[in-house]
């Protein structure tokens, strides 16, 4: 059974930064793909950006020279820089893993971009 739990999340000014963090517990985090997620009001969950076992990383349109996305094998944690936030950005974030097909999926986290 895996785990994922993020964390970062809040309020911020538009033009602001976040840091969200996702821990993964249990060990096949290093041979698993990790994404982050987004859900709006309203609006379907939506692929932000993901980074492969290998490193390889891929983002969403509307996020790219924005959010930077990275990860760390030995702590089992992904990472998700986000810059120059702005309203359009607000939702619920989730962190998910794909090992294979496998797919996990943790609780999310709020980010509200708002002056």
């Known amino acids: 059974q895996v785990q994922l739990v993020e964390s970062g999340g809040g309020l911020v000014q538009p033009g602001g930064s976040l840091r969200l963090s996702c821990v993964a517990s249990g060990t096949i985090f290093r041979v698993s793909d990790m994404g982050w997620y987004r859900q709006a009001p309203q609006k379907a969950r939506e692929l932000v950006a993901v980074?492969?076992?290998?490193?390889?990383?891929n983002y969403a349109d509307s996020v790219k020279g924005r959010f930077t996305i990275s990860r760390d094998n030995v702590k089992n944690t992904v990472l998700l820089q986000m810059n120059s936030l702005n309203p359009e950005d607000t939702a619920i974030y989730y962190c998910?893993?794909?090992?294979?097909?496998?797919?996990?999926w943790g609780k999310g986290t709020l980010v509200t971009v708002s002056d």
């Open positions: 998910n893993l794909n090992l294979y097909g496998l797919v996990y």
């Open positions: 980074i492969t076992s290998g490193g390889s990383t």
